[in-house]
């Protein structure tokens, strides 16, 4: 990898070398050729291998265990450090598997990534891939383009020197970049990536990729077979209580506020917590954030204008509500409504460009009939000869009328098979 960089950048400078002429286009060209060596240079320190000071299996429990629950995710993700570091002390290696989260919104799958970066001391990258359709987002754009970009990974891996990032594909679900994450996942293909910008092949092995998804069944099997699927529940009432005093606590920690200043009850907690209806704990933080938070900052400061000593607020079940005094959307079942009204819709479409697409062929059969009764009409007669020196207006007007009916067929068939493709 390294001498395949170091090539690059050899050739890169050769080419830079030979670009001349004062023109605009001249000096947008050696701006371009300089840039991308600056990005292979870094891209080369990356490669070089570095060891990083790595973290003990107890420190990195004791970071992971900042996220409420995700046993069954934190069991793996600990049982796969202990093979690694068993491998590695006998000259052997493994990569670290490709997670696929699947759980609701809300339910910390991104909060999660982040902490296992920061427990195995590696930098983070995040990639919305809702609803993305371009791969350049992954694999960069020609050089030809007319603004020409490496992808995103290429560009991370460069920015943080280093090859093994942990980077999590948020949404892989709601996106239509599966043929481009197979080949990146795979590993028996990712150790041999093209980006298009760079014109090079990286290696991405030794990436930690994480997935998220809403709904597993949304997920193709041929990508889904490349991951280690995690299916993460919906959060308990017991399980929000105890991730919404872990985030009271890391308020007062991060404000370094006196925890004395503030007390809420397991009952006023409770009411907080039926304020929100969701499976996740999305709506429980920015009630948390946006209103007790703030509420209790209004009238610290409040007590601090008026030369008063900041004394403890108490939040009650009836303060909750007065601060609070509506419950919140549901938004699970906004969004399971939302494709409950969108699918029928889509439906209804393609059933009309269906029966659009059987008339026209019923027409087409109608006019192949009555075409074939008036030629026979017309030879029985004597009155029509297929000879083109005799009648080539009417057969060139002919095959143009059915030349044309077939291409409208062909087109409109192609369009109904595209969308139907699509909405899968």
């Not at 690059?8 to 947008?28: D, M, P």
């Not at 490709?98 to 982040?114: A, H, I, Q």
């Not at 999590?168 to 197979?182: M, N, P, Q, R």
């Not at 699927?229 to 929000?240: F, N, P």
Request: aromatic residues 6%.
């Amino acid at each position: 990898m390294i001498e395949k960089i170091e090539r690059k950048i050899e050739k890169l400078k050769n080419q830079l070398k030979q670009a001349g002429g004062s023109s605009s286009w001249g000096s947008q060209r050696k701006e371009f050729l300089s840039q991308q060596i600056l990005l292979c240079q870094s891209l080369l320190v990356a490669y070089k291998k570095v060891e990083l000071p790595k973290k003990t299996l107890d420190e990195v429990k004791k970071i992971l265990d900042q996220q409420c629950e995700f046993e069954s995710l934190k069991k793996v993700v600990l049982e796969e450090i202990q093979i690694n570091s068993f491998l590695t002390n006998h000259s052997s290696e493994k990569n670290f598997p490709t997670l696929l989260l699947v759980g609701p919104s809300g339910t910390g799958k991104t909060s999660f990534c982040k902490i296992l970066a920061q427990a195995l001391n590696k930098p983070f990258l995040s990639l919305a891939l809702g609803g993305e359709s371009k791969s350049s987002i992954l694999l960069g754009t020609s050089p030809e383009a007319p603004r020409s970009e490496e992808g995103k990974i290429v560009k991370f891996l460069a920015e943080t020197k280093r090859n093994d990032p942990v980077i999590l594909l948020d949404e892989i679900d709601k996106t239509f970049l599966h043929e481009s994450l197979i080949h990146i996942l795979d590993p028996t293909q990712n150790q041999n990536i093209y980006d298009r910008c760079l014109d090079l092949e990286l290696d991405f092995s030794k990436i930690i990729f994480i997935a998220t998804a809403n709904e597993l069944k949304k997920v193709p099997i041929s990508l889904r077979s490349r991951m280690t699927v995690i299916e993460l529940k919906k959060y308990s009432q017991e399980e929000k209580k105890q991730i919404a005093r872990n985030i009271i606590q890391q308020w007062f920690k991060n404000n370094s506020f006196n925890d004395n200043w503030l007390e809420i009850d397991d009952e006023a907690l409770e009411t907080v917590i039926n304020k929100t209806q969701e499976k996740g704990v999305r709506q429980l933080k920015a009630l948390l954030e946006n209103n007790i938070f703030r509420y209790c900052l209004l009238k610290w400061a409040e007590r601090e204008a008026k030369g008063e000593t900041t004394n403890k607020i108490i939040i009650t079940t009836d303060l909750v509500n007065q601060i609070i005094p509506q419950k919140l959307s549901n938004v699970d079942e906004d969004i399971d409504q939302k494709n409950h009204r969108e699918q029928p819709d889509n439906l209804q479409k393609e059933l009309k460009i269906f029966q659009k697409l059987r008339q026209l062929e019923k027409k087409y059969a109608e006019m192949n009939n009555l075409l074939s009764k008036e030629r026979q009409t017309l030879q029985s007669n004597d009155k029509f000869n297929w000879n083109s020196k005799k009648n080539p207006w009417l057969i060139f007007s002919i095959i143009i009328l059915i030349f044309s009916s077939v291409l409208i067929i062909i087109s409109i068939r192609n369009n109904w098979q595209t969308k139907a493709k699509n909405k899968k």
